[in-house]
């Protein structure tokens, strides 16, 4: 019966980290098609491009501003997400009830 018990958690957990992973997957998709569409705005806006090598950061799935680097946390809340566009994404996170972030911590995607 053990066998059994321990053999229905991992199936539960592998599915529950399969079902993450695609969420995690298709919101790396949703941030890319942000970032182009981003992107191409400004330059109908400018006539420039952005920078290469920088970090679109969005709040609660709103874009609020382009970064060169994850240098001043200080200077977003917490739970911002940086998006670099290789794909590799960062959370703004601080102690809890604080409002300003202290540093960006590495997302899995």
């Known amino acids: 019966m053990t066998n059994n018990v321990e053999s229905l958690a991992d199936f539960k957990a ?7 992973s695609g969420q995690d997957q298709a919101k790396a998709h949703w941030y890319a ?5 981003v992107r191409s705005e400004y330059q109908k806006l400018t006539g420039k491009e952005y920078a290469a090598d920088g970090y679109f950061v969005f709040r ?3 874009y609020e ?6 240098e001043a ?10 998006v670099h566009e290789q794909g590799k994404q960062f959370k703004a996170v601080g102690p ?9 911590e590495p997302m899995t995607v």
């Open 14 to 20: 592998q599915k529950e980290a399969k079902a993450k």
């Open 33 to 37: 098609q942000q970032i182009k569409q």
């Open 60 to 62: 609660y799935d709103i």
């Open 65 to 70: 501003g382009w970064i060169p680097d994850l």
């Open 73 to 82: 946390p200080e200077d977003w809340p917490v739970k911002s997400i940086a």
């Open 96 to 104: 809890a009830g604080a409002g300003w972030a202290t540093e960006w």
